[in-house]
């Protein structure tokens, strides 16, 4: 069965840096997004993607988090500089093309920020 | 009134045990509903679908009445391997997907 992917697993990073997370969604899915979860609480949205552009945000997705599909596999979320209060797990999701379909998840990127 | 809501738990139950989670949500013109599972620190799971008519798979039940805007999911005979958190998840307008809290569910031998 197609699975979503995400890299790395674990990252540890410093307050202030710069992060990277990757994901490769389901190959013929058409939405893409990203959602978060803090230790202990809910699964929170962040951002969809569709036709190469941001199709919704939430609160949380302020000007320090950008999303980007740069070469048509690879689906990234950039937050430019890390807050304590960053350190989550970070899903990717994909979607077919059908509306109403359900998310696949990835693995998760465990982000600690210290 | 929170999008969407359930409740925590944790449902401690035996094994064999039939055991049924409900959930809320708040926007009415919702369309897609789907009962996830996570287990600890892995990634949501999809478990079903809901579809207004009800549906069953195996040993789980789903059930959706749009005009209370109430989710149910009922398990049958329940498995060790069913120990996991229940997540309710709703559509909140076009593809935007809701997630509740969670439910704790833990079938004990």
């Known amino acids: 069965e197609p699975e979503v992917t995400q890299t790395p697993s674990h990252q540890v990073t410093q307050m202030g840096q710069e992060v990277i997370l990757r994901c490769v969604p389901i190959s013929n899915h058409l939405y893409f997004y990203w959602y978060r979860q803090i230790l202990g609480q809910k699964v929170e949205f962040l951002v969809s993607?569709?036709?190469?552009?941001?199709?919704?945000k939430s609160e949380i997705f302020d000007d320090q988090f950008s999303v980007e599909r740069p070469d048509g596999s690879n689906f990234t979320l950039k937050i430019r500089s890390t807050k304590l209060e960053d350190s989550a797990m970070y899903f990717c999701?994909?979607?077919?093309?059908?509306?109403?379909?359900?998310?696949?998840f990835g693995n998760g990127t465990r982000l600690t920020v210290t | 009134r929170k999008e969407v809501e359930q409740d925590p738990g944790p449902f401690n139950v035996p094994e064999g045990a039939t055991v049924a989670f409900n959930c809320t949500y708040s926007?009415?013109?919702?369309?897609?509903f789907f009962w996830y599972r996570q287990d600890c620190r892995k990634e949501p799971k999809l478990l079903m679908s809901v579809y207004s008519s009800g549906n069953e798979d195996g040993r789980f039940t789903a059930q959706l009445n749009r005009a209370s805007q109430y989710i149910s999911l009922l398990i049958r005979d329940s498995k060790l391997s069913d120990s996991a958190t229940y997540l309710c998840v709703v559509n909140n307008k076009g593809n935007k997907l809701v997630f509740g809290a969670g439910t704790i569910l833990r079938v004990k031998s």
């Open positions: 926007n009415s013109a919702s369309q897609s």
């Open positions: 993607f569709y036709n190469n552009e941001i199709s919704e």
């Open positions: 999701a994909s979607q077919g093309a059908l509306n109403n379909s359900p998310l696949h």
